[in-house]
């Protein structure tokens, strides 16, 4: 099989930049062959204007919800957001919701996107999943705040996740995950800390500031949630301590944990998962946190100590498009000390980590077919509205 040689004006390896001297060799599946010096090349070198990359693992989507997209009003804070989805999307039919799955799927192949760590509800994106053209981490999700209700629910989410495997495809993985601190009881945990074992799963963390007075007094916003919702929130007991110190124990047997949004996590949380067992990655959603919540997380802080990063998009019900680019646009806007480097890691190598996904995607090294991007219209590595992004593998 012959082989394929770029020489671009940056090649970014999965970890850091290599400069426009290195040329990467793959075959014609895109398998990485070698990175080697220019001189040693020889001939049929292609010459790439932009930034050389490997595909980019988009860590938290709900690919189910693509057909909310624009249906949901923006800013409007979490409770109001999460009422409408569940109100909201069950008013489609079964071919509007189909079609909706199937072009938002294409639309990530077409941002360069070559992994999912994907919420499930429902068992609608089985077909498309089916079709293999990505990668999925499926994270079976379960939720049920009343503790009574803990055990029909566990159930439920199980006949899903054995849907999911039967999926015929080896890169589906999947495994269970909790919905958030606020709609999990203690009861439903019980259930789900035996299912993690050694796998990946995930939890929307901290996305608003009243998750924590939850959890500390009982006193906030999620109060008025449970009673539009009718659910009687006289059992709950609050822990004392912020939300997700009252949860990450159940995370022992995970090997990762992504925690998403964390949009008001504290530095204390952070020193604390610090000392926990699982590998603890910090998923940034900042688009859907502008849409859903007008606010954005605390990436300095996460960054001071050496957080694991990993980029989402969320679902299209609180996003305009799944686009990883677009979200760094936003990221640097907002925090201009974040380097493009950096962002690069926490959309290749520390995603594909994170989804263990590592020995097949992130990076351009030996054997892996990690898929090839070129990022154009980048100058001194900076990203600006007219940046694009091509697929060449
Ligand atoms: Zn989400």
Redesign the pocket.
Known sequence: MPYLKFLADQLFNGYRMLGNEMVLITNEKGKIIDIINKQEAGEDVQYIKGILCPGFINA?C?LELSHLKAAIPEKTGLVDFVFNVVTQRNRFNEEQIAMAIAKAEDDMLLNGIVAVGD?CNNTSTIPQKEKNRLAYYNFIEVSGWLPEIAQHRFEKSKTHFEAFQKIENSTIKNAFAAHAPYSVSNNLWNLLANQFNTKTTTI?NQETSFEDDLFFNKTGDFNRMYEMMQIDNAFFTPSGKSSVQSYASYLEQAKNVLL?HNTFIKELDIKFLQNQIPQFFYCL?VR?NTFIENTLPPIDLLRKNNCNIVLGT??LASNYSLSILEEMKVIQQNFPSVTLTEMLQWATSNGSKALQFDDELGSFEKNKCPGLLVMEHVEDEKLSASTTLKRLL
């Open positions: 938290h709900h919420i929307h998403v959603c859907a969320d679902s």
